[in-house]
């Protein structure tokens, strides 16, 4: 019987086979979708913070990119950062989590005058620690993230997660009860928590890695219940 599991976003080609090659049935629904917002930009400082790959994307639309990119960035995520570099960028640093970065704002950067695009639904993390510190900064918000949920008729065995708006999207029309939820990172882990227990995070905060822990989790279960031994 095939392990039906949900991905709240649409997964690529590759990434559906990974699954569908092992056995699973996939089901996919995009519960959040993009909207880049058009800004003006009336003032820019000497470092370019950028919190997701959807910032970066709005902000390669703006009729100032040529400018913007000879000034320095620093970034939440790795794949924000190859996405800025790949588009002509010098990245001085990234972290995977906005307090990490926080915290090497607050070792290197108190001085400079930060310009932060975010979107909509961006933490209080990075914010606080700019306003708390008398850091100079702009705030852009440069895109919005809409909720497009749907209720999940079938049985799932297995939600995948790729931040907490995904999550709270999920939840405005679906329960969790006995399912696993594989999350991309503490903070979307930190927000199914509050419906399950049943949370296991990627290692890394990429999606082949969320992919990675649902598959090792369900061939791990595969192989105990065959040995005969509870999990």
Not at 17 to 31: H, I, P, S, T
Not at 76 to 87: H, M, P, Q, S
Not at 139 to 154: D, G, L, Q
């Amino acid at each position: 019987m095939l392990t039906p599991i949900l991905s709240t976003k649409k997964l690529n080609l590759d990434q559906q086979n990974r699954l569908l090659n092992k056995g699973y049935q996939l089901v996919e629904w995009d519960f959040i979708t993009t909207e880049y917002i058009d800004i003006q930009l009336d003032r820019i400082g000497n470092l370019l913070l950028f919190t997701s790959q959807n910032a970066v994307k709005s902000i390669l639309r703006n009729r100032n990119i040529d400018s913007l990119k000879q000034i320095t960035t620093i970034c939440v995520g790795e794949k924000t950062a190859d996405l800025l570099t790949r588009n002509g960028w010098k990245v001085l640093c990234y972290r995977e989590y906005a307090t990490e970065l926080g915290d090497y704002i607050l070792q290197n950067h108190t001085e400079d005058n930060i310009t932060f695009f975010c979107g909509n639904l961006r933490r209080d993390v990075l914010p606080n620690i700019l306003k708390n510190n008398n850091i100079t900064h702009k705030e852009y918000e440069v895109y919005r993230t809409n909720f497009c949920s749907r209720e999940i008729e079938i049985p799932i065995k297995a939600i995948l997660f790729f931040s907490p708006s995904g999550v709270i999207s999920y939840m405005q029309k679906n329960l969790i009860s006995d399912q696993i939820c594989f999350c991309i990172g503490t903070t979307t882990a930190n927000e199914a928590s509050k419906y399950t227990k049943n949370v296991v995070v990627a290692k890394k905060p990429t999606i082949d890695c969320v992919i990675d822990a649902c598959t090792v989790y369900f061939e791990k279960d595969y192989r105990e219940v065959n040995d005969g031994k509870a999990i």
